[in-house]
């Protein structure tokens, strides 16, 4: 890897570091989710570091370029990135929709008695 390049992802993993840190402390980011974010800063400081890693991985993998190895893991990154945040819509729409049917029947009695007075 080029001293060039090295620099430019050491300072990519640093930003990441610091954007994931300071969206948790402005509260824009809930921990829960702030992990995989870290994770990923972590990832590239190690690959950055341990370039002989991305070359076997590149090997393990079969492609020709550590570039290609690169896309292959971040295409895969944003597939289960994508699978895991389904997960969780599905599991807030079912969360929604228990909680509008436990509203609609506390609200229900009070409501047909205001409609019960408008009529008379």
């Known amino acids: 890897m080029l001293p060039r390049q090295q620099i430019f992802s050491l300072i990519a993993g640093f930003a990441i570091f610091l ?33 002989k890693l991305l070359l076997f991985i590149t090997n393990l ?6 570039t290609s190895a690169l896309f292959i893991l971040a295409i895969l990154f944003l597939i289960l990135i994508n699978i895991f945040l389904s997960v969780k819509i599905s599991q807030m729409s079912e969360q929604i ?14 409501r047909r008695k205001k409609y019960a007075k408008r009529k008379k």
Do not use: D, H
């Not at 994931?20 to 992990?35: C, D, F, H, N, V």
């Not at 993998?61 to 550590?66: D, F, Q, S, W």
């Open 19 to 51: 954007v994931i840190i300071g969206l948790i402390r402005a509260r824009k980011l809930r921990e829960e989710y702030s992990w995989i974010w870290l994770l990923t800063g972590a990832i590239i400081f190690i690959i950055v570091i341990w370039y």
């Open 97 to 110: 929709k228990n909680l509008t049917q436990e509203l609609t029947l506390l609200k229900g009695p009070k």
């Open 61 to 66: 993998v079969g492609a020709t370029l550590p």
